[in-house]
């Protein structure tokens, strides 16, 4: 098994490098990381997240969760005054059995005021206004199972159920997640494997559109540990369809296990378009595309010996949207 899998690390990054299908995707809310920590580290935690949010970047991780219950919860403000909601949930019910998650993301805008053109039926005012509101959410719910297979080798899977309302038009999907992680109990080093968003098209108002479909494999290693100070390090390739290939990089301080700082980056071989003044489009190549890096802060602590809290904040910055912020507040016990 362990040359099986060693053989899968070597050849499918070596296969992905060449083979890009960036494009227009459905359900792009499902990309969008739902808590602060993970954000912080531009998403870098295949083979490194063991809490209640574990599930969203790999389900086989949920396996590194020690205590019996992991829960997350997070908001983010996004642009253009959406918010994103997620709460997570793991129980580890023990190793013969595994581990078993929920979750539940939500992601909403305020109510809009309805327009229409004159002659489509519609009684509206001199601005076009009809008088009416509409909405327009996204949210999935999602179950996961992972389990122990050896001492080396972690498996899972997640199924979530995906709807999207605009209006009066909703579009509704059935996806899964796969993830494996592998710890060849060398040093500090996890590798982990995630393929994210499997299923079929889907449509929206007549429109066929893929899913955001997305693969990583990840490293990360602690290349540094003196006394209470610890550097935690995280490398991984991405293969989406709806964007280039790009690695993710997150770098994390740790002191005393009660402070945290980090640093996340997404370089790759983007094309970036830029409008000149004249209104000309040039079209060009970057090491960084829109969104430019990602950094945050946490903290952590001990209530009555046995219950971990963990209160967490990041801040991402885009090269046209604006600015991101994250807060999550996770416990384990």
């Known amino acids: 098994m362990k040359i099986y899998f060693i053989s899968l690390l070597i050849l499918l990054p ?3 490098m060449g083979y890009s299908t960036a494009g227009t995707s459905g359900f792009m809310f499902l990309t969008i990381p739902p808590d602060a920590r993970g954000a912080g580290l531009a998403g870098a935690l295949t083979s490194g997240q063991s809490d209640g949010s574990a599930a969203y970047y790999n389900p086989a991780a949920v396996v590194g ?14 642009f253009a005054d959406i918010y994103c909601s997620y709460f997570g949930m793991n129980y580890n019910f023990g190793r013969k059995i595994g581990v078993l998650g929920i979750q539940f993301q939500h992601l909403g805008i305020s109510d809009m005021v309805e327009t229409s053109p004159v002659g489509y039926g519609f009684s ?36 979530k159920y995906i709807q999207s309302n605009i209006h009066d038009y909703q579009a509704n999907q059935l996806v899964y997640d796969l993830g494996i992680i ?28 893929p899913l ?26 991405t293969n989406p369809v709806y964007m280039e290939n790009h690695l993710q990089l997150g770098l994390e301080y740790s002191y005393h296990d009660f402070l945290f700082c980090r640093l996340g980056l997404k370089p790759g071989f983007y094309r ?38 963990n209160l967490d904040y990041s801040y991402t910055s885009y090269r046209n949207l604006g600015d991101v912020h994250r807060i999550s507040l996770g416990t384990d016990f």
């Open 14 to 16: 070596i296969w992905l």
């Open 65 to 78: 969760n020690e205590k019996n219950l992991a829960a997350t919860f997070g908001i983010t403000r996004y």
């Open 124 to 159: 509206v005012d001199s601005l076009g206004r009809t008088g009416r509101k509409f909405g327009a959410r996204d949210v999935y719910m999602g179950l996961s199972y992972a389990r122990i297979i050896t001492d080396e080798l972690s498996a899972g899977f997640s199924v």
């Open 182 to 209: 592998f710890d060849p109990h060398f040093k500090t080093i996890r590798l982990g494997i995630a393929f994210q968003n499997l299923g079929k098209e889907s449509s929206f108002i007549e429109e066929d559109f």
């Open 212 to 237: 955001p479909r997305e693969f990583n494999l990840g490293l990360s290693f602690v290349p540094l540990q003196i006394n209470e100070h610890e550097l935690w390090c995280s490398i991984e390739l």
């Open 272 to 309: 970036v378009q830029e409008i000149n003044d004249n209104g000309s489009v040039n079209q060009n190549s970057s090491l960084f595309g829109e969104e430019r890096f990602s950094t945050g802060l946490g903290i952590k602590s001990q209530y009555q010996g046995r219950i971990l809290i």
